[in-house]
């Protein structure tokens, strides 16, 4: 039962509110009006947001790659830890960035109208903007739930979500959700794959001075990356712990103790890029999508041996090229299972990340003159055969030498070695287009090819390197086609044998060009196989080969097509390929045991002349000299 005295005292005080709200009717309900749009707001905010979004994993993990060896040698896609406990944390590590961030994150409601205050005075005097008004509420709000834009409607919008953000978490929660979703520069996301990134520890055990830097970096988190710029880093560092003390989250002493903050750069020192990693990145991340914490370590064929032996081989060889007017260069090294374990894509990836071994479509030359005696010898051809050396016109086109003109007649080994036009285009006649293009759709060969086009028996149709150097490793396994690839638990394709006769006869025509044809540069201690190529105009410069298990294709030239000064394939090309191989041997990166010898012998001339005429002539030669 309310005593009488307190019956009277609330009488009292209804009769002035009621007093109060009529004499103030019209400004009383000009307040609810003004409120009542916000609270919709605020009502509609809370049921359209995911409260939790910053707290969320990115779309894809970060990758690893590793090579044969098990040795991380890049690393790809955005990097972002489990969300940050905040009392899990040494108290200095919220302080830091609180101190340098907002230093009155606990005594505002979501957005600082006398920090906002402070800020436009302190830029208008130094007439730039020096300063931020934003909380770190706010920056949660701009981060989590907005689109990058500098507007006054993005700043309303963003003060809103901030006060909403307010009314729905605790201050240490809303801590929590910013610190585990700022971006730290090098694709690095939230405190706790900061502190893994940079320093090689979780967050609960970061020093002051590691704090310090972290919370420093917030503002330019590209230009004050501590492994970059270290020395800007490491200044702004010293402001926070500056701040540190202004706020009595640390001692003087603490601040100056910090001292020199050391980087752990195990994982900061991995590049994000590099020709092999961009290669085989789109097929790792096909098998390794999906949001979550942390990162993955993805195998792959990469042998980090070898693409330090091609790498120094190409370094080395390349000096002075300039002199003859190569720009660049692209090697791809693999297996003959169609592994790739080395790639370069150019001389400098940091200056030039497009992959000329994948992604450039050249004529290979004579290279591609392999897919043309392929299918001589599926039409009853051998290696020695001998083929009329006249000029020929096809369709109107006439081929010539290296040397000019026609030339006398030769073998087809001695035609191939020599790298014969004239002989290429008559064989490519013989035998026809639709067999040439089958022979090299057989050895993998997918890019486009005109099967009416005579000059194609000089390699005018374009092809990448890497799918040029699998053709060759078709061969060289006896398996076709032979497909690239760069993640060892990668599922071949479905292969064919290749035809043992038909496979020794290439075999003996590709070693024929090392041994005295126009690959000799490539010549090493044991036996070697491959093929040059030029272009018109030397506008490139091919040599794909093999020896023991190692196939590896070269090619240089420029960008911009435009032309060497007399660069063959059988010069630099074939030069780099010869030391890639002599130093894989000598490290034991490539087998000694050479592929089968052929089962042609090497016959002399002389020999062909005086051999007896066989009782059989196939009608590949028949059709070739009229009989």
Do not use: C
Not at 277 to 293: L, N, R
Not at 427 to 443: I, K, S, T, W
Not at 562 to 581: E, F, K, Q, Y
Request: aromatic content about 6%; overall charge positive.
């Amino acid at each position: 039962m309310i005593p009488g005295s307190m019956k009277a005292r609330l009488a009292s005080a209804w009769t002035v509110s009621r007093a109060f709200v009529v004499r103030h009717r019209l400004w009383f309900g000009a307040g609810i009006g003004a409120l009542l749009p916000l609270a919709v707001l605020l009502v509609w905010l809370g049921a359209s947001l995911p409260i939790s979004r910053a707290l969320e994993p990115l779309p894809n993990r970060a990758l690893i790659l590793l090579d044969d060896q098990g040795r991380p040698f890049a690393r790809r896609g955005a990097y972002k830890e489990a969300p940050v406990v905040i009392k899990a944390l040494p108290k200095h590590v919220p302080a830091a960035f609180i101190a340098i961030e907002d230093r009155r994150f606990y005594h505002h409601l979501g957005v600082d109208l006398g920090g906002m205050a402070r800020a436009l005075v302190v830029n208008a005097k130094a007439g730039r903007t020096v300063q931020g008004g934003s909380t770190i509420t706010q920056q949660l709000a701009k981060n989590a739930f907005l689109k990058p834009e500098r507007s006054l409607r993005r700043k309303g919008q963003e003060a809103l979500i901030a006060v909403w953000l307010e009314l729905r978490l605790s201050k240490d929660e809303i801590l929590s959700r910013y610190l585990s979703s700022i971006y730290f520069g090098d694709g690095v996301y939230g405190l706790g794959a900061a502190a893994r990134h940079y320093f090689g520890k979780p967050p609960e055990q970061l020093s002051i001075g590691e704090a310090a830097m972290l919370a420093g970096m917030v503002k330019a988190p590209v230009d004050l990356d501590p492994v970059d710029h270290p020395q800007a880093a490491g200044a702004r560092a010293r402001l926070v712990l500056d701040a540190m003390v202004d706020t009595k989250a640390v001692t003087r002493e603490q601040a100056d103790a910090a001292g020199h903050v050391v980087v752990t750069t195990t994982r900061a020192d991995l590049p994000v890029g590099g020709y092999f990693a961009d290669w085989i990145s789109p097929q790792v991340k096909s098998a390794f999508d999906g949001p979550g914490y942390g990162e993955v370590r993805v195998p792959t064929t990469l042998d980090g041996r070898l693409q330090r032996i091609v790498e120094r081989a190409v370094a080395a060889d390349m000096k002075g090229a300039a002199k003859r007017k190569v720009g660049q260069v692209a090697v791809v090294a693999m297996r003959p299972d169609g592994r790739v374990v080395a790639m370069l894509g150019g001389t400098n990836y940091r200056q030039t990340p497009f992959n000329r071994a994948v992604q450039a479509k050249r004529q290979p030359g004579s290279a591609f003159k392999l897919f043309v005696y392929l299918a001589a010898l599926r039409d009853g051809a051998t290696p020695d055969n001998l083929v009329i050396g006249d000029p020929v016109t096809i369709g109107g086109w006439t081929p010539a030498n290296y040397e000019g003109g026609g030339g006398r007649d030769l073998t087809i080994r001695d035609a191939f070695a020599q790298s014969n036009n004239v002989i290429a285009a008559r064989v490519y006649q013989q035998a026809g287009g639709p067999a040439v293009v089958q022979a090299a759709r057989d050895l993998g060969i997918v890019s486009p090819l005109r099967q009416d086009d005579a000059t194609l028996a000089l390699g005018t149709a374009e092809t990448s390197l890497l799918e040029l150097t699998s053709a060759y490793a078709a061969v060289a396994s006896g398996k076709t086609p032979v497909r690239p690839y760069g993640r060892p638990d990668t599922v071949g394709a479905s292969v064919q044998d290749l035809d043992p006769d038909q496979r020794a006869a290439l075999l003996d025509l590709l070693g024929a060009v090392v041994e005295e044809g126009t690959g000799r540069a490539a010549r090493l201690g044991q036996k070697a196989y491959g093929k040059t190529g030029t272009t018109q105009d030397y506008r490139d410069a091919v040599f794909v080969g093999f020896t023991g298990d190692l196939v590896v294709g070269v090619w240089v030239g420029n960008d911009d097509h435009s032309p060497m000064t007399r660069m063959v394939g059988g010069d630099l090309p074939a030069r780099i390929w010869r030391d890639v191989m002599t130093a894989g041997l000598k490290a034991g990166l490539v087998a000694r045991d050479a592929p089968p010898e052929p089962r042609y012998r090497q016959v002399e001339p002389d020999e062909v002349e005086e051999a007896p005429r066989p009782k059989h002539v196939p009608k590949w030669l028949r059709r070739i000299f009229g009989l």
